[in-house]
């Protein structure tokens, strides 16, 4: 998606050769007419697909899932890093935090999906998959299905990527990064 690297490219920040800032319109401050069009193009890419509900995680894979679900008409779950006390029969499952290098628990309210739910995964950033992994155990333990993955900027120098293909799953990214070097980055395609 030509506007989302031109804004990476103007407004990200590159941390090292791994990570990537974009805090001032996704991770932080929303940009929310980008985030707009990005809910747009992912709905269209996925129009078809049947999807019933829109999962993704707290916080930043919030604000693009709210946009594609809004266009899709469906509802959205986020995944929680905390257990609220209100919770009546949660599910959990073990993550690993890609940016604080450590483990945490996700948790969700079992009652939000169902078997016949077919589950559209948006998140934020895609580097070696784990986020996506955490959430398909989630999913499979209500006993719906992933029938797709939007990512809206993926490291492709990372291993995400072949490994949730390998598993059999479609991903759509809407922008792919080959490489990332200081002030430079080279797009994948
Ligand atoms: P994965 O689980 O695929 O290894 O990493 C994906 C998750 O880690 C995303 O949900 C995102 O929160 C975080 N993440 C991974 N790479 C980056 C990055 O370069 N910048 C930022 N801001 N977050 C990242």
Redesign the pocket.
């Known amino acids: 998606m030509k506007l989302l690297q031109e804004t990476i490219e103007q407004r990200g920040t590159i ?1 090292n050769e ?6 001032s319109f996704l ?1 932080h401050q929303i940009d929310c007419d980008l985030m707009e069009a990005m809910g747009k193009d992912f709905a269209e890419h996925f129009k078809d697909m049947g999807i019933t509900k829109v999962v993704t ?1 707290e916080s ?2 919030i604000a693009p899932a709210v946009f594609t679900a809004k266009e899709l008409h469906v509802p959205v779950i986020f995944l929680k890093k905390s257990e609220p006390s209100t919770m009546k029969n949660p599910v959990f499952t073990e ?5 604080k290098n450590k483990k945490y628990t996700l948790c969700m309210e079992r009652q939000f999906l169902q078997e016949d739910d077919n589950v559209l995964f948006i ?11 955490s959430a398909e155990n989630l999913i499979h333990q209500c006993g719906a299905k992933v029938a797709g993955i939007g990512i809206v ?1 993926e ?1 492709s120098f ?1 291993k ?1 990527r072949s490994e949730i293909e390998a598993k059999g799953y479609q991903i759509y990214s809407l922008a792919r990064i080959k490489k990332m070097a200081p002030n430079h980055i080279e797009w994948a395609e």
């Open positions: 941390i791994d990570i990537l800032k974009v805090d991770n995680i930043s894979g993550a690993f935090s890609f940016t998140d934020d950033f895609l580097a070696n998959g784990q986020a996506f992994l900027i490291k990372q995400g």
